[in-house]
């Protein structure tokens, strides 16, 4: 470098808050982020003045009494969000200078937070019914070893307990890979109608068996549009599966397809997927949060049923990657509505 580079010159290049200290601990240059950022008015300032922060402060004398570099923690709030920067103060070569730079590393943070909050949610998923499975075993080689009712009747749990965590595996396996191919748009013309109406024969034992009765309105000339069959089949599923389960006995669950011209949640011409129940409903604070993995609003319930709490969140990402729409409405006594919006147009 230059030596007689400016470093003003320097610090307004940069691309995020960064300022210099003198050896005599004054603010001597600084860039418009940074004066954002402290509200520096005027350079000559004392650094601490400016600063204000215990370990940035820390950080700053110690490389101005001879350590090369140190870091720090900066805590601000921008527009009503908590943001976090690493301070990094390094000596600027012989000159007595320290630079300090402020890297945003709030998403890093962030992100973090939500890959350990969701490797507990799992591991605590997992757990529940291992530790099920590890008491019914203890028992069945000790004081149930001979007892065959008592036996099949704990081998009946054990085959619940290890499908839930079979089924846990396979949506959050579901859900990765949902996540792999976000951002890749679907490229294949596909008939909704027909996936809706298969998905709805697939169904059928399942709706039987829970002693529900499907009522489907679907046209029977196809409805064509760009998608992933495989992935409409699984939010269709998903979304009629929880209204067969939170629907209860001897109800309906109206199932109904729609062609419009315009969609206004999507501000083009597309398809309305309505999946109706009569069941218990859900109360309005929860609707914002049910795509959140492992969300329920009602855990009992969920857990009774054999829910993993991902097929919601397997739903709102698939509809990502379309650019679909999802909504839900839902009055408590009366039944859920859950609607989804897929474009028809590009
Ligand atoms: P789960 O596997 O628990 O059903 P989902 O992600 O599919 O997970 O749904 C999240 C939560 O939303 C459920 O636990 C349940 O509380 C609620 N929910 C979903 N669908 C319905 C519905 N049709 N009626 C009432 N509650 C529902």
């Known amino acids: ?60 004398e110690a490389c101005l009494t001879g350590t090369p570099q140190a870091t720090a923690t900066y805590l601000a ?13 390094s000596q600027v070569g012989e000159t007595g200078i320290a630079l300090l730079t402020f890297q945003d590393i709030t998403m890093v943070t962030a992100a973090g937070q ?14 529940t019914p291992l530790t099920a499975l590890m008491g019914f075993i203890e028992t069945l080689q000790g004081p149930a070893r001979d007892d065959a009712p008592t036996r099949n009747r704990f081998l009946g749990i054990m085959q619940t307990e290890t499908e839930r965590m079979n089924r846990l595996v396979g949506d959050l396996l579901s859900l990765s890979r949902v996540e792999v191919d976000e951002r890749v748009r679907p490229t294949t013309q596909v008939d909704v109608a027909g996936i809706l109406a298969s998905t709805l024969r697939t169904l059928a034992p399942v709706a039987a068996q829970a002693d529900v009765i499907l009522l489907p309105d679907i046209p029977d000339t196809p409805v064509m549009l760009i998608a992933d069959m495989d992935q409409l089949m699984q939010v269709f599923t998903n979304l009629i599966e929880n209204a067969i389960k939170y629907g209860g006995q001897g109800k309906h669950v109206f199932v109904t397809l729609t062609e419009h011209d315009r969609v206004s949640a999507l501000r083009c011409a597309g398809v309305e997927v309505n999946v109706r129940d009569e069941g218990a409903g859900i109360e309005n604070r929860h609707l914002p949060r049910l795509t959140e993995r492992f969300y329920r609003a009602d855990s009992h319930r969920s857990r009774e049923v054999g829910g993993t709490g991902l097929g919601l969140a397997i739903v709102k990402h698939i509809l990502n990657r379309h650019r679909g729409r999802l909504k839900i409405s839902s009055k408590v006594g009366e039944g859920s509505e859950f609607k989804v919006f897929l474009r028809t147009t590009e």
């Open 77 to 89: 709030r921008e527009s009503g969000n908590d943001v976090t920067y690493t301070v990094s103060v």
């Open 1 to 60: 470098m230059n030596a007689s580079l400016p470093v003003s010159d320097v610090i307004a290049a940069m691309p995020m808050p960064a300022l210099a200290i003198s050896s005599d601990e004054r603010v001597i240059a600084f860039n418009t982020d940074a004066q954002r950022l402290l509200e520096i008015q005027v350079k000559g300032d004392h650094f601490i003045t400016v600063l204000r922060q215990p370990s940035v402060v820390e950080a700053v």
């Open 114 to 127: 939500m890959r350990r909050d969701f490797v507990a949610n799992v591991s605590h998923e997992l757990r």
